[in-house]
Each structure stands twice: as C-alpha cells, then as structure tokens.
C-alpha cells in the first residue's frame, strides 16, 4: 500500500498513510492535538518535525549502522567519522534550541517532541557523551518520565 514499500503505514477510513511525518501530522489533525491547526505555531512544529525526519533520522541511523550494523569486513573510520560529525552538530543545534524552551515547538508538547525523542535517546548506542548536552539530557529526562511515553516503551518492548 506504501509506493515506498516499507513501513510504516497506516490505513484509517481506508485511506493509506505512510512515512512517520505524514502519518504524526494526519493524526494530531484528527485528534485536534499536538499540532496546532495554523498559523505561526504550526509552521515551527512543521519545521521541528521535518527537521527530524530530514536530517536526524538518517544522520543518526547511519551512524548506528556503521557502528553496529556493518559487520562485514573492516570498521569504515571514514563513515563514523562523517556521520558523528554530523549527528554532534545536530545534538548542539537541539541544545542551542532547548536551553531557551521546554519543547522544541515552544511551550507546547508536540508531534516534533514526539518524532524526534526516540532518536534522540539513543546516544547510548551512537557513542555519544551527554556532558555537553544537558538541555537536551533534561528534555530527555522529561519526556522519558510521560505516562504515555512509559506505557509506548513498554509496548514496545512487549511488556
């Protein structure tokens, strides 16, 4: 049902939905929740959430890659050189915008919140020190102790 033949997918009404962003958008408007519906304060949630999708879900998924994933053969220096460059420049571009506000839409939780924390969270597994990054450890902190986010981990855990 997806052109992209991946995952994931949704299917409400009978209507196909895939890529993570489009689905997030689709049901914050159904739900009239975590996305306001115009203006100013939609625009910078837009922005936070394709900022995610753009740039930290494949910066940070190749970096896991090279440093998990690709067993075969030598360790490619080159690539966890390019790739922790660059995912160390989006940790300080989260830090720079969360030392100055709660979320990263503004004073509201969002589907930006929402996209980017799963990613985000694991800098555990990328290498990553959190030392220069306490605005975003903090925000982490936050969204890790939401019923809701508590309930969803140990879903996903099968718990």
């Known amino acids: 049902m997806s052109p992209n033949h991946k995952i994931p997918l949704l299917v409400d009404e009978g209507e196909a939905i895939f890529e993570s962003g489009a689905i997030l958008i689709h049901l914050a408007d159904k739900a009239g929740r975590l996305l306001p519906r115009d203006g100013a304060a939609r625009s910078t949630v837009l922005q936070w959430l394709f900022l995610q999708v753009a740039s930290v879900g494949p910066m940070l998924g190749q970096l896991w890659w090279f440093r998990h994933g690709a067993v075969a053969g030598p360790r490619n220096e080159q690539a966890l050189e390019r790739y922790g460059r660059e995912v160390h420049r989006l940790y300080g571009v989260y830090e720079q915008r969360l030392a100055s506000s709660a979320w990263l839409a503004g004073a509201s939780y969002s589907i930006a919140d929402i996209a980017t924390w799963p990613w985000l969270a694991s800098h555990h597994e990328l290498g990553l020190d959190m030392a220069g ?8 902190e936050r969204i890790a102790q939401r019923p809701a986010t508590q309930r969803g981990m140990a879903q996903a855990k099968g718990e």
């Open 133 to 140: 990054y306490p605005a975003v450890s903090t925000w982490l």
